[in-house]
């Protein structure tokens, strides 16, 4: 056992989880992070990261999620490709349960971040990956001069706007509302754009199409009008929701995120929690980070604790 024993197993690769992994690794803990898919997360789907302390020019969050990875590896932490599918309390350790293999740590960090909430009207689940899409940077070279829609009023939908208008021919952004949540120097630049209709007090209903997407329905909030939109991409930003099936039995608000203390430790003692997973007002790479970083250390001192406690014994 002692060979698949770690000091930390983080699980989830993305901004939170990386940063993590190399704090712990850095600091002489033996750290294994697991991450079902590509590291990075939501990171890599970011066009153009501008507002991350130190980076004078805008840079793809996947460039950033990449150099994460190799800095982890270079301390010394391992990085497995593995669906995590259960933690749980094996005596005096965790267990994690992964989908090829089975991992033990004396710490965990939950760090699985958020997914990309769904709109649940006809044609989303038909036309996935034929046209609806919850990725700019990853989908929208398909669409070169072609008219797509981007539905969100935040700023992940403008950004993912104003990425998209540098490929398609028309953007449409449509939001629920009349104002929208996004920063004012987002909403500048997209009033800027001459290939970005804004479409307000709107939502859309139904997406149709054949072998993939050709149109969009919407309806009017306020006036009850519906508009058909030619389109032939719908890019969906609406929100998210937190990663949280491995942790039922963990503390959690309203809304479902995992509540933590200011050293990142959830209500399970020796389970810490960093990233988009935590509850918390502001959710950014930065603050992503920062809380990978916190976790790492506490965690870190968790360990020590644990292995004072055993040679006293």
């Known amino acids: 056992m002692d ?32 991450e079902g898919s590509e590291t990075g997360g939501q990171l890599n789907s970011i066009p153009e990261l501008e507002n991350y302390p130190g980076l004078r020019e805008p840079v793809s969050g996947f460039e950033i999620s990449k150099e994460m990875e190799s800095q982890a590896l270079k301390f010394g932490a391992e990085i497995k490709k593995d669906f995590v599918r259960m933690l749980d309390k094996s005596g005096s350790f965790f267990s994690v349960t992964g989908k090829t293999q089975n991992y033990n740590g004396k710490t965990v960090i939950i760090a699985t971040g958020a997914e990309h909430k769904r709109l649940g009207i006809p044609g989303e689940d038909e036309f996935e990956g034929k046209g609806v899409s919850w990725c700019g940077t990853c989908d929208g070279p398909f669409f070169k001069n072609k008219k797509v829609a981007v539905i969100g009023g935040g700023d992940t939908a403008c950004t993912e706007a104003l990425f998209l208008s540098k490929i398609a021919g028309k953007v449409f952004l449509i939001h629920r509302r009349k104002d929208f949540r996004a920063q004012q120097f987002l909403l500048d630049r997209i009033q800027e754009t001459p290939n970005i209709e804004i479409i307000r007090d709107s939502v859309p209903v ?16 306020v006036t009850g009008n519906r508009e058909n939109l030619s389109v032939d991409g719908v890019f969906v930003f609406i929100g998210i929701r937190p990663r949280i099936d491995l942790v039922d039995a963990l503390k959690k608000d309203t809304e479902g995120y995992i509540i933590t203390d200011e050293k990142m430790e959830t209500s399970l003692k020796g389970v810490f929690c960093a990233g988009d997973v935590r509850s918390k007002t502001f959710r950014q790479v930065v603050t992503a980070c920062s809380d990978g970083a916190v976790a790492a250390h ?16």
Request: aromatic fraction near 6%; glycine fraction near 18%.
């Open 298 to 313: 506490w965690a870190g001192e968790f360990v020590m604790g644990l292995n004072s406690t055993k040679h006293a014994i």
């Open 206 to 221: 139904e997406i149709t199409g054949g072998q993939s997407v050709t149109g969009l329905k919407i309806l009017n909030n």
């Open 3 to 34: 060979n698949n024993l770690y000091d930390i197993v983080v699980i989830g690769g993305g901004a939170a989880g990386l940063t993590a992994a190399q704090y712990g690794s850095r600091a002489g803990m033996k750290v294994l992070l697991v």
